[in-house]
């Protein structure tokens, strides 16, 4: 006697609607999740950045209570990290004792450094003294470097064309660090140049410029991060020390104008 047996079943199919309810779920998904991912990714950036230039910071003042003045700038195209003959080029992170990575931003470039307050080696000290002696030098170099104010002046201005120092008219600038953003228009090059990008806004342009005016701020289509410092907040906000309270002098006769890079 035969006995028919019924066909096996494999375990049941998805429908084309279920099958489009899971599309859709993903497609959903995916298209929170990316912007999200982007966001987090350009904050974290942005938070190296801003480390970097802390660091930086903080160099430029202890380099300053050794030695009475700032570096120049250094020249990426050669001696790549050591202080150069320019106000404005890329940090010299050698002569700051610092690794090249501080000297580039969260994007991988480098940052541009610029320097105002005249950056000779302060003359008319001498080598070989007592520790009291040199503690007064220092004190003397210090003083001096906190009354120095240059000839030409930077000039820094936010978004609404307003002075960062509009409520410290007697005061100016002496550094300006400089991440050119995400696109990176105006960062140097390692082999010189600067990097051109197709659409920069208006404050990239002047923050690419050599001309000593520049901007502050955000916006859809800036994002430079710039930290700034006078000579007198370098010292009380990135050192112990204080600069000493004294009526500045008159401007220096020193000025700055070498040709950019």
């Not at 660090?177 to 140097?188: D, F, R, T, V």
């Amino acid at each position: 006697m035969f006995v028919s047996k019924a066909p096996l079943k494999g375990p049941p199919g998805f429908s084309l609607i279920e099958v489009s309810i899971v599309l859709m779920i993903v497609g959903l998904m995916t298209s929170t999740l990316f912007p999200l991912l982007r966001t987090l990714s350009s904050q974290q950036k942005r938070q190296k950045t801003t480390h970097h230039q802390q660091v930086i910071m903080k160099s430029l003042a202890g380099y300053v209570l050794q030695n009475g003045y700032l570096p120049r700038a250094s020249d990426p195209r050669q001696n790549r990290g050591n202080a150069g003959k320019n106000p404005r080029g890329i940090v010299p992170y050698r002569e700051l004792g610092l690794s090249e990575k501080y000297a580039r931003d969260g994007y991988g470039r480098y940052m541009t450094y610029v320097v105002w307050v005249p950056s000779l080696p302060s003359a008319g000290f001498k080598d070989h003294l007592s520790s009291t002696e040199l503690q007064s030098q220092a004190r003397a170099k210090l003083k001096r470097f906190c009354r120095q104010r240059p000839k030409r002046k930077l000039k820094l201005v936010d978004r609404d064309g307003v002075s960062v120092l509009s409520q410290a008219p007697n005061d100016s600038l002496a550094i300006l660090l400089i991440s050119h953003g995400q696109n990176g228009h105006g960062a140097y090059r390692q082999t010189g140049g600067q990097i051109k990008n197709p659409n920069p806004s208006s404050g990239e342009i002047r923050n690419a410029a050599a001309s000593g005016d520049y901007v502050v701020g955000s916006g859809k289509r800036f994002d430079h991060v710039v930290e700034w410092s006078t000579n007198r907040n370098l010292i009380s906000t990135f050192s112990q020390e204080n600069c000493p309270l004294d009526d500045p002098p008159p401007p220096s006769p020193l000025d700055l104008d070498e040709d950019p890079l």
